[in-house]
C-alpha cells in the first residue's frame, strides 16, 4: 500500500507537471506517513544525500560558467568558431556545433549550452537564411554535448553516487564528447550540401589568428580544469574555485564585459541554480533510501538477469529503459533514483563502472532533446520562435547521430576508459 502510494503519487505529480524535486519529495512523505514511519527521516536522508564533499564542487562551476557568460564569453567562442568552420557548406550550422564543443570544457550542462549558444546562434542562421526548426534543433542536439565533454555537473553527481574519481569520469566523457560533435558536423553538412544551404567566403589566417588570440583566454578555462585534475594537485571542488576565480578576472579585466555591478545578480543566480540541484539531490536521496528499503534495486536487478545475462543484452536494455526514463524525467533525478540499481546490473555481468556510468549520462543527456520533456527542445523553440514540432521533425538526423555515438560508447569500452586510464592507470 504505503509504496503504491510512493510511485503513484510520484508518476501523477510528473504527469501534472509538478517540479521533480517537490514530486519526490511529496511521495516520499506520502510513503512515510501511510508505512507509519516518522518524517524526521525526511530531513535526516535528505541532509545525508547533499553532505557529500564532491558536490562542493556544484556551485563553484556553475558560478565559472556563468561569470564567463556573463562577460561575453559566448560571443568570443562562436567567433573562433565562425573563422574555423564558417567557410564551409552550411558553415553557420558547423559553427553552431563547434561553439557548443568549446562551451561544453565552460558549462558544464546541456541547458546552459543551448540558451548561451542558442541566443547567438539561432538568430544569425535564420537571418542567414537557414530555416528556423534546422537552426532550433540543431542547437539542441549539439547542447547535448555539454555535460558529456568535461566539466559536467551530471558526472560530478554520478562520482558521488558511486565513490568513483570525478577526474576519471571528466576524461571518459572526452572522447564521447567529440564523438557527438563531429558526428553532428558531418551530417550537417551533407544536409546543408544537400538543401544548399549558405556559407561564408574564407577570411583569411589572419581573421583565424585573431579570432583565437580573442577566445584563447576563455579555451585557456578548459585547459585550466582538465590540467588540475589531471596533475593530482587539486580536487575537483578546488578545482571549480579556482575557476571561478579566473572567470571573475577574466570577465571584469581582460574581456571587459563583466562589470561589477553586474557579479552580485550573476552570484545570486548561480546560488539559486545550485540550491535547486541539490535540492533535488536530497529528495531524491530519501527516495531512493525508500526505494532501497523496499528492495527496489534488487528486484529490478532480479528481473533484467531473469530475462538475460548477456552483457551486450543487458547494456541493449539498460539503454532502453534510460532513453525511456529520459523522455520523462530530469537527468539529475533519473541519475539519483537509478543509477545504483542499474550500476550492481551492469557489474554483475563484467560492465566497469566509470564505461557504465558514461553510457548512462549520454543516455539521459539524448534525453533532453526528446518529446514531450526535451527541455533544451524547449528552449531552442523558443529562442527560434517557432512550434516545438517543427523542431522535433528537423531534429530526427541529429537524433540519429547520437544514437549511433551511444551505441559506440556502450559496446566500445575503450572510448570512455582509454583516456582515463592513461592518464591516472587502470
Not at 81 to 109: K, Q
Not at 172 to 190: H, K, R
Not at 280 to 305: D, K, T
Amino acid at each position: 500500500m504505503a509504496l503504491a502510494a510512493l510511485l503513484g503519487l510520484f508518476l501523477l505529480c510528473l504527469v501534472a507537471s509538478v517540479p521533480v524535486a517537490v514530486a519526490l519529495g511529496l511521495s516520499s512523505a506520502a510513503y512515510l506517513l501511510i508505512a507509519g514511519i516518522p518524517l524526521v527521516v525526511i530531513p535526516q536522508k535528505f541532509y545525508a544525500g547533499i553532505d557529500v564533499f564532491v558536490l562542493l564542487c556544484i556551485p563553484g562551476f556553475i558560478l565559472a560558467g556563468n561569470l564567463m557568460n556573463a562577460g561575453r564569453i559566448t560571443e568570443a567562442i562562436v567567433g573562433f568558431a565562425n573563422a574555423l568552420v564558417g567557410w564551409i557548406r552550411g558553415g553557420l550550422g558547423l559553427t553552431n556545433v563547434a561553439g557548443s564543443m568549446l562551451f561544453a570544457g565552460i558549462s558544464g550542462t546541456a541547458v546552459a549550452d543551448a540558451a548561451s549558444i542558442g541566443a547567438v546562434m539561432i538568430p544569425g542562421m535564420k537571418k542567414s537564411g537557414y530555416p528556423a526548426g534546422f537552426a532550433a534543433a540543431l542547437t539542441a542536439a549539439s547542447s547535448t554535448i555539454g555535460p558529456i565533454i568535461p566539466p559536467s555537473v551530471p558526472m560530478i553527481i554520478v562520482g558521488a553516487l558511486a565513490g568513483i574519481s570525478v577526474g576519471r569520469m571528466f576524461l571518459a566523457g572526452a572522447v564521447p564528447g567529440l564523438l557527438l560533435g563531429f558526428g553532428l558536423m558531418i551530417v550537417c553538412y551533407q544536409l546543408a550540401r544537400r538543401r544548399g544551404y549558405p556559407h561564408q567566403p574564407w577570411a583569411g589566417w589572419r581573421r583565424l589568428g585573431r579570432s583565437f588570440l580573442g577566445a584563447a583566454w576563455a579555451l585557456a578555462m578548459t585547459a585550466l580544469i582538465i590540467g588540475g585534475l589531471m596533475s593530482g594537485k587539486v580536487t575537483p571542488t578546488e578545482t571549480s574555485i579556482v575557476a571561478s576565480v579566473y572567470a571573475f578576472v577574466v570577465g571584469v579585466f581582460i574581456y571587459r564585459g563583466l562589470k561589477l555591478r553586474d557579479v552580485p545578480k550573476v552570484m545570486i543566480d548561480s546560488a539559486i541554480s545550485s540550491a535547486g540541484i541539490l535540492v533535488l539531490v536530497g529528495f531524491a536521496n530519501v527516495f531512493g533510501w525508500i526505494l532501497a528499503s523496499e528492495q527496489i534495486p534488487q528486484m529490478l536487478a532480479h528481473s533484467v538477469l531473469a530475462i538475460t545475462d548477456n552483457k551486450y543484452l543487458v547494456i541493449l536494455i539498460i539503454n532502453l529503459l534510460l532513453l525511456f526514463v529520459g523522455m520523462f524525467m530530469e537527468t539529475i533525478a533519473a541519475l539519483i533514483i537509478l543509477f545504483g540499481p542499474l550500476l550492481a546490473v551492469a557489474q554483475s555481468v563484467g560492465i566497469d563502472p566509470v564505461h557504465f556510468a558514461t553510457f548512462a549520462v549520454l543516455n539521459l543527456m539524448i534525453g533532453l532533446t526528446t518529446p514531450p520533456v526535451g527541455v533544451c527542445l524547449f528552449v531552442c523553440a523558443n529562442i527560434a520562435k517557432v512550434p516545438l514540432g517543427q523542431v522535433v521533425r528537423a531534429l530526427v538526423p541529429f537524433l540519429l547521430v547520437n544514437l549511433f555515438v551511444l551505441l559506440l560508447v556502450s559496446y566500445v569500452p575503450a572510448l570512455s576508459l582509454w583516456l582515463p586510464n592513461l592518464v591516472f592507470g587502470k
